[in-house]
């Protein structure tokens, strides 16, 4: 801004004061080449795409195919330690081996430069001037090795919690992340690669000033972060407003905000973390029976990543494919869509209902184009009911994905704890939390949300009006399953639907 604005000064006054224009148009060229590199749109992101964070390099039979049905993009370590082992020398060969494995099922790479090498600061996060050039040369290696097959290539995995050790320093990530990026952007054969950063573990606003301040937006091509909350993922939306209104502050180029990792855990108790952090804390708000079930981690991946398109957020990285080990009550070996048993290529795991959301929504959405959130008649209680209408090709009219989130406030705020629906997120305070219209309780008893709104145990009938006059319509649930509801529009375009926490995909029948 600096620059732009000294530009500017400098034009006026060399018009102004009637100096040689053309030694005036040669000076401002040169200062607009300086410009370029503080302005230019580097990277081009993939198209928009729901994925999963996985964690392997080579696939067991049948689990790429299993990841395709559900998933476009995949979110993988690209572990420093693990490639160079010893000084100067890379060893890139088991993501040659991922790389063409993804490919064959059309899915894409999103990796991350992470982690310490016991070659350098002692395994720690690199601070020191050989540490911070020896992961730049890693970093600049490794994208040229693998440039042109559209990765997104992410600084580092959530730097503010326990992944940036000693302890998490904005300021040392900083000089890292602007380190690698002004090597990148310098280099005329890997420039227009896409980088990302910092991938924070939740809505860090103190981290991403700082990160801000050093000027990391002039050098990325999105901010990314991890929205994990201890409820339902419609609360992140105002988040990433909260976000998009700081980056402005500090850089005129409209980023796109990504979500590159998010997830809910199914662990049973006592759901023991096994390590500590903002995620582990906090990886999804426990029922009273000690852990979210698995219908709701379902409900909770297809509200996600509708929320998020709803967000004009691109990409969207569930936490994770698989369960991760074989002890339920661990949480970090629970946030998986299918079960941690391998059983044979062609079925690898058992599906979760979470995958079967996953695959649902792929199956009828992922080539269709987000049209905006629909205004529904009745209820009245609208800020918690969800119409989204989507542009699909092979149909004239748009498919509609269409949840609710209860019934409203209410006039009391006593009802069971299984009826209680989060509208809050950890921490809120009683005036936010009731100025949504929510009930606020703390302590909260049991694993209860704090700040709630009635979750109704039967279904909420929603009225709004559709794009076609007397269309029918076919209702499917996220396990794919069409099931009997046949709505029609009325000839005023009127549509009513019976609306769970649990979406549906509201479809134009054929006949």
Not at 167 to 190: C, E, F, H, Q
Not at 201 to 230: C, I, N, Q
Not at 376 to 399: E, G, H, M
């Amino acid at each position: 801004h600096k620059l732009q604005r000294a530009a500017i000064t400098f034009t006026q006054v060399m018009l102004s004061n009637n100096v040689n224009k053309k030694l005036a148009m040669q000076r401002l060229l040169a200062i607009g080449v300086l410009l370029s590199c503080f302005s230019h749109v580097w990277g081009a992101l993939p198209a928009e795409a729901w994925g999963v964070n996985i964690h392997f390099t080579s696939a067991r039979p049948g689990e790429m195919a299993q990841i395709a049905k559900g998933f476009r993009i995949t979110r993988m370590d690209f572990t420093w330690g693990a490639i160079e082992r010893t000084r100067g020398q890379y060893d890139f060969s088991a993501y040659d081996t991922l790389l063409s494995e993804l490919k064959q099922q059309k899915i894409g790479a999103y990796w991350i430069l992470d982690y310490g090498n016991s070659l350098y600061d002692g395994g720690l996060a690199p601070t020191s001037a050989g540490a911070i050039a020896a992961f730049v040369n890693f970093s600049v290696a490794a994208i040229r090795h693998f440039r042109g097959n559209d990765i997104v290539w992410e600084m580092w995995n959530e730097p503010n919690g326990g992944f940036w050790q000693p302890k998490a320093n904005a300021t040392a990530y900083a000089v890292l992340a602007t380190a690698v990026g002004r090597a990148i952007r310098s280099a005329p054969d890997i420039r227009s690669e896409t980088y990302v950063g910092p991938a924070l573990s939740g809505f860090d606003m103190a981290y991403f000033t700082t990160v801000f301040e050093k000027g990391l937006l002039d050098l990325w091509d999105a901010v990314s972060v991890h929205p994990y909350r201890a409820g339902g993922p419609e609360t992140a939306v105002a988040d990433y407003d909260a976000l998009r209104t700081l980056m402005r502050k500090y850089s005129a180029r409209d980023l796109p905000v990504l979500c590159g990792e998010w997830g809910w855990s199914t662990c049973v108790p006592p759901c023991t973390a096994l390590h500590t952090g903002p995620r582990s804390r906090h990886p999804g708000r426990l029922t009273s029976t000690g852990s979210i079930s698995n219908d709701l981690q379902a409900s909770y991946l297809s509200r996600q990543w509708l929320i998020n398109r709803l967000a004009g957020v691109p990409i969207t990285i569930y936490y994770d494919y698989v369960d991760d080990g074989p002890d339920a009550t661990f949480r970090e070996q629970r946030f998986g869509t299918v079960q941690n048993s391998y059983i044979n290529s062609t079925v690898p795991h058992l599906p979760k209902p979470s995958y079967l959301a996953a695959t649902t929504l792929q199956s009828y959405l992922s080539s269709c184009t987000f049209a905006g959130r629909v205004t529904v008649i009745t209820p009245s209680s609208t800020d918690i009911q969800y119409v989204l209408a989507f542009k699909c090709a092979r149909w004239a009219v748009p498919v509609y994905a269409v949840w609710s989130l209860g019934d409203g406030p209410g006039s009391t705020c006593t009802f069971p704890d299984s009826q209680k629906e989060d509208c809050g997120y950890y921490g809120i305070g009683q005036s936010e939390c009731e100025a949504r219209g929510c009930c606020y309780e703390v302590p909260a008893p049991s694993d209860a949300p704090q700040c709630y709104h009635h979750q109704s145990p039967t279904p909420v009938t929603l009225t709004f009006t559709s794009a076609a006059s007397s269309q029918c319509f076919l209702v499917v649930n996220m396990k794919g399953e069409i099931t009997p509801s046949r709505p029609c529009a009325t000839a005023a375009g009127a549509l009513t639907v019976a609306a769970t926490a649990q979406p549906v995909l509201v479809v134009p029948a054929s006949d």
